[in-house]
Every structure is written in structure tokens, then in C-alpha cells.
């Protein structure tokens, strides 16, 4: 649909994140192309109204654009890139995951036609790829729709969130989200494991202490993770603290000694080494890259 693209762009004025009056729902626009780039992806829903991006989780690549959204079930460290062309900038919608809503809907679903979804196609539970059909558009249009207007916006916008939470239910990847509401399954302990990760990234951690804390064995704690997020869980702790540190470096101008030690780093000579694998560029000349 060429409305979504029209909508999100009346919108998204400025370049970056626009926030909107429903909580837990933002627009981005982006007019430059993005190199391939480390980004953080939040726990959430990503839809892109015009332009393509490609996300790289290990050694898999999904492609993303107006037909196809991403659906993150957990915060993921990955690698994003895009080609944008002048006058056609990327436009997207991210909408979080409210875990209380996202239940609710699974458990009404459930009560009308019980039963098992299929697994997931995409490698890794973490992060999945669903086709964009004509009823998830049609929701989308709606909500970018209320968005226009605060008063609609406040009254009718937790019932449309609710509403796309329904559709990405009945579409191709919603085993996920299932696993991600119902306790004791692998991926809701790795995303309590991940929490308490976020929660205390500056301080001393071991698998061990993770996999207690969620009940789990060592060894198929360390399995579930990597199934989960294609990182060993130091990997993704490491990971953590390096866009942590980003972060405190581009929007707090912290000097790279303080950003190192702020996110858990004894060593400031480790960090910078770390830092430059990971990035790309040093502490000092980390270039400015926005977007999801």
C-alpha cells in the first residue's frame, strides 16, 4: 500500500526517531544510505513503509521491506545495512511488545481454536521474518491513521497495537511469540536470562550464574542462548557493553576511559582494542549511525 509510505512520511518529519502518543510506538526516517553497521535491535515489531534494509544475525542475512517485517523477540545484537535513494527515504514503524497484551491475545486465540503453533522458519527464535499480508497492512494503515490525530491516538491506539499483535499471530512466524509468553519454555527463560543481562551489564557475570537463575543446566542454558541469539551468552554480554559504551561515547561525549569503566570494562586498553573489532573505528573516531 502507498498510503502506509504517505502516512509514514507525513509523520516522520525529521530525520531520526519521532515519537508518538501511543507509548511503545515510534517512527523512523533515514535519508543516507547505512554501510554495514553493529546496531542493537530492541525487543519489538519493525515495519518498513518504504525502502529495504538487510539485517545480518550470524552468518544469515533477512531482508526487510514494505512486504516483509521483523518480528525481534528478544533485544539482538546485529549487523544492518541499506542502500537509500535520493528523494526515497526509509521510513519505518517500531511498535514494542507490551508482554501483558501479547498474552492476553494469545490466550483469547487459544480459547477459540485451541492448539499448537508451527515452528519457526527463521534459524534463530530471536529475530523472525513474516510476509506483511493484506489484513496486517490494512491494521498498519489504521494505526499510522490514528496517529494523525493525539485524541485518536489516546483512545484507539491500544486497541490497534492489540490488534497488530493479533495479525502477526496468524501469520507465517508467530511460534516465537507463543514460546516468548508461555513460562518455562526455552526462549522466555533465555529472555529473563537476557533481562537480568541488561539489568547488571557492568558487573562481573558467568553462565553459570545465568543458568541458575532461570533454572536451567549450563549446558542447555549455553544451548538454548546460542538457538535464541546466535551468540554465546559472553558474546552477547560483550556485545552489551560495546553499544552500551557506543551510546555514552555519540549522546553523553563520556571520554572512552570513562565509557570503558561505566560499562564494566577494567581495562581500557582491552576495551579500545574490542571496541575497534567490533565497530569499525576507534573510541575517538566512531562515526554517527542512526536507524533501525
Given at each position: 500500500m502507498r498510503?502506509?509510505?504517505?502516512?509514514?512520511?507525513?509523520?516522520?518529519?525529521?530525520?531520526?526517531?519521532?515519537?508518538?502518543?501511543?507509548?511503545?510506538?515510534?517512527?523512523?526516517?533515514?535519508?543516507?544510505?547505512?554501510?554495514?553497521?553493529?546496531?542493537?535491535?530492541?525487543?519489538?515489531?519493525?515495519?518498513?513503509?518504504?525502502?529495504?534494509?538487510?539485517?545480518?544475525?550470524a552468518d544469515t542475512v533477512y531482508l526487510y521491506d514494505p512486504d516483509h517485517y521483523l518480528v525481534l523477540s528478544v533485544p539482538l545484537p546485529a549487523e544492518c545495512e541499506a542502500v537509500v535513494h535520493p528523494g526515497e527515504p526509509l521510513l519505518s514503524l517500531t511498535v514494542d511488545i507490551d508482554l501483558h497484551m501479547l498474552t492476553s491475545v494469545i490466550d483469547q486465540m487459544d480459547e477459540a481454536a485451541?492448539?499448537?503453533?508451527?515452528?519457526?522458519?527463521?534459524?534463530?527464535?530471536?529475530?523472525?521474518?513474516?510476509?506483511?499480508?493484506?489484513?496486517?497492512?490494512?491494521?498498519?494503515?489504521?494505526?499510522?491513521?490514528?496517529?494523525?490525530?493525539?485524541?485518536?491516538?489516546?483512545?484507539?491506539?491500544?486497541?490497534?497495537?492489540?490488534?497488530?499483535?493479533?495479525?502477526?499471530?496468524?501469520?507465517?512466524?508467530?511460534?516465537?511469540?507463543?514460546?516468548l509468553a508461555h513460562k518455562n519454555t526455552g526462549l522466555s527463560r533465555i529472555d529473563k536470562a537476557l533481562k537480568q543481562i541488561h539489568c547488571n551489564f557492568n558487573q562481573p557475570c558467568s553462565v553459570e550464574q545465568l543458568a541458575g537463575a532461570v533454572n536451567m543446566s549450563t549446558s542447555a542454558f549455553h544451548r538454548a542462548f546460542k538457538d535464541v541469539?546466535?551468540?554465546?551468552?559472553?558474546?552477547?554480554?560483550?556485545?552489551?557493553?560495546?553499544?552500551?559504551?557506543?551510546?555514552?561515547?555519540?549522546?553523553?561525549?563520556?571520554?572512552?576511559?570513562?565509557?570503558?569503566?561505566?560499562?564494566?570494562?577494567?581495562?581500557?586498553?582491552?576495551?579500545?582494542r574490542e571496541f575497534k573489532r567490533y565497530f569499525g573505528a576507534s573510541p575517538r573516531n566512531l562515526p554517527e549511525i542512526n536507524g533501525r
Open positions: 498510503e502506509i509510505a504517505e502516512l509514514m512520511g507525513r509523520l516522520a518529519v525529521n530525520e531520526g526517531e519521532t515519537t508518538t502518543d501511543i507509548p511503545g510506538v515510534a517512527l523512523h526516517k533515514r535519508t543516507g544510505s547505512i554501510p554495514r553497521t553493529p546496531l542493537f535491535y530492541q525487543q519489538g515489531v519493525i515495519i518498513l513503509g518504504q525502502g529495504a534494509k538487510k539485517v545480518h544475525l485451541p492448539g499448537s503453533p508451527a515452528r519457526p522458519c527463521c534459524r534463530h527464535q530471536g529475530l523472525t521474518l513474516a510476509f506483511a499480508d493484506a489484513p496486517f497492512k490494512e491494521t498498519v494503515r489504521r494505526l499510522l491513521c490514528a496517529l494523525l490525530s493525539p485524541r485518536e491516538a489516546r483512545v484507539l491506539g491500544r486497541g490497534l497495537v492489540c490488534e497488530l499483535l493479533f495479525r502477526i499471530m496468524c501469520g507465517e512466524n508467530a511460534a516465537s511469540l507463543y514460546a541469539t546466535s551468540l554465546s551468552p559472553i558474546q552477547y554480554l560483550k556485545k552489551v557493553r560495546l553499544n552500551k559504551a557506543r551510546s555514552l561515547l555519540v549522546e553523553d561525549r563520556l571520554r572512552a576511559s570513562d565509557a570503558a569503566r561505566q560499562v564494566g570494562y577494567e581495562s581500557v586498553s582491552q576495551f579500545n
